[in-house]
């Protein structure tokens, strides 16, 4: 469900903030999905709402790691650059084209560490929509 991190572009925050968003999707459907998926009493003899509460869960999971790996893969690679571009404006410390770089690389980068407290809220909202409403037929395995 959640798109391949092969496709995050981490050179134009732009795009990665289009690709982080598609790949949010589920996070922002759970509520739709619960309500399409998880029965209420009258019609809980209908369908097995603790495989479809585990399948869901799995799926949410899934996108959580995919997104977080997506996420700190972008914040190395731009990481590098920086550091290099550190390294070059050492040796080069008259270089203003240089120097806008780097400022550049270094706002790209901390917008990126500021996805991760995004995707926080993200996960943490998803995880509270779901245990309102599927705790009572399925309970997730405890994360060390």
Known sequence: MAAPVATLNCEDFS???EVLKVMRTIDDR???ALNTTVPTVSFSGKVDATQ???QLYESMMEAHLN???AIKTCIAQTSEVVEKLREQRA???ENLGLIKQLR???TKLKLMQSELNVEEVVNDRSLKVFNERCRIHYTPPKVN
Do not use: A, G
Request: hydrophobic letters at 20%; glycine letters at 0%; proline letters at 0%.
């Open 67 to 69: 997104r977080d790996k």
């Open 30 to 32: 759970i509520v739709h």
């Open 104 to 106: 550049k690389e270094q």
């Open 52 to 54: 479809t509460c585990k």
């Open 15 to 17: 795009l990665f903030q």
């Open 91 to 93: 040796q080069e410390s």
